[in-house]
């Protein structure tokens, strides 16, 4: 089973879906991050949930 962590970012009402783009297009392509979920409030906030796997290092002999 993989095993994630996470990354929640609030957008404030009046962020274009435009820009809320480029932001996570930023946090993809730098970060290693991908979508998870997206949420749009009825009062126009973003809420952007993101995930990236976590890689442990196995010791080897």
């Keep these: 089973m993989a095993e994630y962590t996470y990354l929640?970012?609030?957008l404030p009402r009046?962020?274009?879906r435009d820009t809320a783009r480029q932001i996570m297009t930023?946090?993809?392509e730098h970060g290693g991050?991908?979508?998870d979920?997206?949420?749009l409030y009825p009062d126009g906030r973003r809420r952007i949930q993101l995930r990236r796997?976590?890689?442990r290092a196995?010791?080897?002999f």
């Design 37 to 39: 979920r997206l949420r």
């Design 8 to 10: 929640v970012l609030s």
């Design 14 to 16: 009046g962020t274009t």
């Design 33 to 35: 991050w991908e979508l």
């Design 58 to 60: 196995v010791r080897t």
């Design 53 to 55: 796997k976590v890689i």
């Design 26 to 28: 930023e946090h993809a």
